[in-house]
């Protein structure tokens, strides 16, 4: 288990950062949706980190045939999905196991998904029991809850589903079910979640349509979609580390090229320009994803903020958010937040146990919790497997140096967070 210790920044820092980690959600959704289509797809800066390695594996496993040069890969798909000789593992990640369900529901076969100690503690109801009731035969631990799950391609119904959750990985799993379902399915979320599954498929040529109402048609395949070719962008939750560091460092500024814009993704710069930062964003161009770069610069200290609205697109950033809390002048408040406990850790516990840990004055509620900014103090972090909790810690250790352990995890996202991190401070393993 590796530690690391990260001392405190000694200068202010002024940089052009375009070595961001790609995208996880979108380079999971490469490896995937590459399946769908009978032509090679082109892809350009893959996440090379441990999820999305995982999903390209399972991609081949399932018969494509993959070949990388860097972090460029063409993905060549199987005449039909193969069945495979062994589990699929899909390690910490909960994207590539819950997408993967709703797509290999309807697909000859018999198929074992499972993945890592964390992610087989993680619901995967949420994906199992509407995948059942269009009909998947699909199974796990304790009635299908949780993972290895196990599944014996189907015949699937159409459906007509409102989920009581904004997720983008239920929705992405009904979604891909819906394509090999037997007629026009429909699906319905209170918040959009992310949309690069809907904005990825219609741009292979899949027939997914909005309604006034909110509800999502999708229409099965009646042949194969086109190849992707794209360039994954800069993730805007990765980024967002290093938007942090520099609104906590005094004359800093940072610009982030080439990230994805999509507003159901930066929410939490949002937020932290309402705590009083400077952040500006330069859109350059519009495909499949809005792409941009972002300006980031020290603006004097951070204020208080309540967050408890649009959860679902900021969910990610809050580990981050709660760093800049712990900065800021007064009480912030984060409430509705409750999926935060079914992350890759329980995210209320995790940040709360070692922001105390750290002197600051905090409170844990069941959805939620207050955060009093006060003077960070270095301490031992415990990252508990959850690589947005190391992340955020180190990100606090520019201020007043910190140990955190258990930092492997951190490949799972963003494989070279401490290279960049070194720019700004000394990094000692
Ligand atoms: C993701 C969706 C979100 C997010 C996760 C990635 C995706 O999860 O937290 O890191 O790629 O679809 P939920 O859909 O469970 O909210």
Partial sequence: MKSVLVEKVKDSFEFICDEIASDKSISHRCAIFSLLSDRPSKIDRYLLGEDTLNSLNIATQLGADVKRV??????????SVKEPNDILDCGNAGTAIRLYSGFLSGLDGMFILTGDAYLKARPMSRVVDPLREIGAKIDGRENGRLAPLYIRGSKLQSFRYHSPIDSA??????????????????YKEDLLSRDHTERMLVGMGANIENDEDGWIAIKPLKK?????ELTVPADPSSAFFFALATVITPNSKIVIKNVSLNKTRIGAYKVLKKMGANIEYE???????PIGDIYVAYNGKLKAVEVSSKIA??????????IAMAFAEGTSVVKNAKELRVKESDRITSMITNLQKCGIVCKEFEDGYSITGGNLQEAVIDSYGDHRVAMSFAIG???????????????????????ILSKITKVEF
């Fill in 397 to 419: 250790g520019i201020f007043s140096g910190m140990r955190i352990e258990d930092v492997d995890c951190i490949d799972t996202s963003f494989p070279n967070f401490f290279d």
């Fill in 224 to 228: 194969s979609l086109k190849p992707l």
């Fill in 283 to 289: 859109l350059k161009e519009d495909k499949y994803e």
């Fill in 169 to 186: 990985q239920v929705k992405s799993a009904l979604i891909l079910a819906a394509l090999r379902a037997n007629a026009t399915c429909y």
């Fill in 313 to 322: 697109w900021l969910i990610d950033e809050l580990p981050a958010l709660a």
């Fill in 70 to 79: 860097g972090d460029s890969i063409t993905i060549t798909p199987p005449l």
